[in-house]
């Protein structure tokens, strides 16, 4: 069975960083791109960031380019989203996904408040 | 940066056909994937590539695309159906990603 299992969320200062981890089992972690999406409290979907299989392709949404970095590793079966110079708008619940297979994680919460 | 239009909010009644667009200029090229979502849970992948249901989606929720368009359809909408549904494609460089809007879907 696939899972997908987010950690790392929490209350953090505007300004501040955060590190959140995605632990992978029920699949080759290695054989599939991988996903963060975040939603803020009462609003829409939004993609955040794409890696590739091996982790040398990165893709991000415009708004956090240069301030968040996603990363991984197939060896600990772990997807990670490094998180600098939070901004309250980067308030959300952030899930992890193989997104076109419909795979997701329960989400973590991460608040961006003084 | 790309974008996904969807309309705010589609109603019918149960036993109706529910049709919710979705539309890119990136869509002729890429594909369309659409996700239902309902209050306080994560989301559910309803139809990919355009058009194929995952197993375990009831057969009454199907895709299309034509152009610029793309469409998701409920025959015969259930209550349970009720839910925020989005579409979500990437643009025409397949790199940059993006979920439409939302379409809330009430069936009563």
């Known amino acids: 069975e696939v899972q997908l299992v987010e950690s790392g969320g929490g209350l953090v200062q505007p300004g501040g960083s955060l590190r959140l981890s995605c632990a992978a089992s029920?699949?080759?972690?290695?054989?599939?791109?991988m996903t963060w999406v975040r939603q803020a409290p009462g609003k829409g979907l939004e993609w955040v960031a794409n890696?590739?299989?091996?982790?040398?392709?990165?893709y991000y949404v415009d708004s956090v380019k240069g301030r968040f970095t996603v990363s991984r590793d197939n060896a600990k079966n772990s997807l990670y989203l490094q998180m600098n110079s939070l901004r309250a708008e980067d308030t959300a619940v952030y899930y992890c996904a193989r997104r076109a297979e419909g795979y997701w994680g329960q989400g973590t919460l991460v608040t961006v408040s003084s | 940066s790309y974008e996904l239009t969807q309309s705010p909010s589609v109603s019918v009644s149960p036993g109706q056909t529910a049709r919710i667009t979705c539309s890119g200029d990136?869509?002729?090229?890429?594909?369309a994937y659409w996700y239902q979502q309902k209050s306080g849970q994560a989301p559910v992948l309803v139809i990919y590539e355009d058009n194929k249901r995952p197993s375990g989606i009831p057969e009454r929720f199907s895709g299309s695309s034509a152009g610029t368009m793309a469409t998701l359809t409920i025959s015969g909408a259930q209550v349970d159906d009720e839910a925020d549904y989005y579409c979500y494609s990437s643009d025409s460089s397949g790199n940059q990603e993006v979920f439409g809007g939302g379409t809330k879907l009430t069936v009563l």
């Open positions: 890696i590739n299989q091996g982790g040398g392709d990165k």
């Open positions: 029920g699949f080759t972690f290695s054989s599939y791109s």
């Open positions: 990136a869509l002729p090229k890429r594909f």
